[in-house]
């Protein structure tokens, strides 16, 4: 098991080596680049929208069940949303969810590509197929996933509104004071940087598995959902690890 770990993990590092290469034609990259920020990106944004203003939705009305104690002040509800969204959700939740959309898409593309001989037949015309394939996917959802990260802060803060506006359980004005009262800019900062290191987690894991795919149809199910499941759990490890590093 620990041979096999870390063979794989050699031969992930020296997949990297080959992704990240200067590309032969750049007007191709920006043109796939533009596609793949679509593809993974924009079309990630309903989901995140609807998650997020549920998820903001539900933990605004555990909040206020929760916290009845009379030494607590009103807007405790709203803070105690606020800082959930801004420092596990947006940033660690959302990637989890976007792990099983974008990671097996790509898991599942490649490694199509592979059992169809595509990858061969661009490694037969000289391109080099891991930059060509991979670059673009790993560039372009690391670039786009800091803005469904901001996106899912406020949609999440938002559904936690329309709790207090629709409902009787906590009102409007302590619910908006909560969600400003000690605010720390720098939490916002630290959701962006773990979905930007949770993006790459996410891309770089799913190529590699649908990459290497060897076999068929079912084998490319197999490395989808490994893919999902690996990248998953190196998330919640970064996430461990960074907490540490940036709220100390």
Same mark, same amino acid.
């Given at each position: 098991?620990?041979?096999?770990?870390?063979?794989? $993990?050699?031969? *992930?590092?020296?997949?990297?080596?080959?992704? $990240?290469?200067?590309?032969?034609?750049?007007?191709?990259? $920006?043109?796939? +680049?533009?596609?793949?920020?679509?593809?993974?990106?924009?079309?990630?944004?309903? +989901?995140?929208?609807?998650?997020?203003?549920?998820?903001?939705?539900?933990?605004?009305?555990?909040?206020?069940?929760?916290?009845?104690?009379?030494?607590?002040?009103?807007?405790?509800?709203?803070?105690?949303?606020?800082?959930?969204?801004?420092?596990?959700?947006?940033?660690?939740?959302?990637?989890?969810?976007?792990?099983?959309?974008?990671?097996?898409?790509?898991?599942?593309?490649?490694?199509?590509?592979?059992?169809?001989?595509?990858?061969?037949?661009?490694?037969?015309?000289?391109?080099?197929?891991?930059?060509?394939?991979?670059?673009?996917?790993?560039?372009?959802?690391?670039?786009?996933?800091?803005? &469904?990260?901001?996106?899912?802060?406020?949609?999440?803060?938002?559904?936690?509104?329309?709790?207090?506006?629709?409902?009787?359980?906590?009102?409007?004005?302590?619910?908006?004071?909560?969600?400003?009262?000690?605010?720390?800019?720098? *939490?916002?900062?630290?959701?962006?940087?773990?979905?930007?290191?949770?993006?790459?987690?996410?891309?770089?894991?799913?190529?590699?598995?649908?990459? *290497?795919?060897?076999?068929?149809?079912?084998?490319?199910?197999?490395?989808?959902?490994?893919?999902?499941?690996?990248?998953?759990?190196?998330?919640? &490890?970064?996430?461990?690890?960074?907490?540490?590093?940036?709220?100390?």
């Amino acid at each position: 098991m620990l041979v096999s770990s870390i063979k794989s $993990f050699g031969n *992930y590092c020296i997949f990297m080596t080959q992704v $990240f290469r200067v590309p032969d034609k750049w007007k191709v990259f $920006f043109e796939k +680049l533009i596609f793949e920020i679509s593809k993974l990106g924009v079309d990630s944004i309903p +989901l995140v929208i609807i998650i997020s203003l549920f998820i903001g939705a539900v933990i605004t009305i555990q909040m206020t069940i929760n916290i009845v104690s009379p030494i607590m002040p009103a807007y405790s509800t709203g803070l105690a949303t606020r800082e959930i969204l801004l420092l596990e959700f947006s940033s660690t939740m959302m990637c989890l969810i976007l792990a099983g959309k974008v990671g097996s898409n790509i898991a599942s593309e490649i490694g199509t590509m592979r059992v169809t001989e595509q990858i061969d037949a661009l490694d037969i015309m000289g391109i080099k197929s891991a930059n060509y394939i991979v670059l673009p996917k790993v560039i372009g959802f690391i670039l786009f996933v800091p803005v &469904l990260c901001v996106l899912s802060m406020f949609m999440g803060l938002f559904g936690g509104w329309f709790i207090a506006q629709f409902t009787d359980m906590i009102s409007v004005e302590n619910y908006i004071f909560g969600i400003q009262s000690f605010f720390n800019e720098w *939490y916002v900062w630290y959701g962006i940087i773990k979905t930007v290191i949770f993006g790459y987690i996410i891309t770089s894991i799913a190529a590699y598995y649908g990459y *290497y795919v060897k076999g068929g149809a079912l084998e490319v199910g197999k490395a989808s959902t490994n893919a999902v499941v690996s990248s998953s759990i190196f998330i919640l &490890l970064a996430d461990i690890i960074l907490t540490k590093l940036l709220l100390q």
